[in-house]
């Protein structure tokens, strides 16, 4: 499991310039990967709104219940940032072991910095 952190955070490290040029277009696309049980807009499906992620402190939307994992995961502070949500788009369940998230992960670098690019921006875009 070390190994897989360790190499997991090496590839987000090389990937980082990437993640600054990211496509909110082509994001969008990718988006429909995650709209079954999420939306942009302020309102929570099965998983929270993930409008405005980026630079939310994880697990604080008030009107959602969070597991239990992803509640302690939150402990310290921890906000979704573009390298904390790049880490977890690769595999949600590596990350926060028990989270009730059952989405596998995205593999391409370019789909999660497409994804990030969206969730960026303006909201209906």
């Known amino acids: 499991m070390k190994r897989f952190f360790a190499a997991l955070a090496a590839l987000i ?3 980082a ?3 600054a040029e990211g496509d909110a277009v082509a994001g969008k696309t990718v988006f429909k990967k995650c709209a079954p049980c999420h939306s942009t807009e302020p309102v929570n499906r099965v998983g929270p709104s993930l409008g405005g992620v980026v630079g939310r402190p994880v697990a604080s ?4 219940e969070y ?3 992803m509640k302690a995961f939150a402990d310290g502070g921890k ?3 573009e390298a904390l949500l790049a880490e977890y788009l690769m595999s949600p369940k590596a990350m926060v072991p028990g989270t009730r998230m059952s989405f596998a992960g995205l593999k391409k670098i370019e789909d999660i910095a497409n994804l990030i690019a ?3 921006a303006p909201a209906g875009y």
Request: hydrophobic share 55%; with cysteine; glycine share 0%.
């Open 61 to 64: 939307i008030a009107d959602y």
């Open 13 to 15: 490290c090389l990937a």
């Open 67 to 69: 597991s239990a994992r």
């Open 118 to 120: 969206y969730l960026k």
């Open 79 to 81: 906000v979704w940032n």
């Open 17 to 19: 310039p990437a993640l």
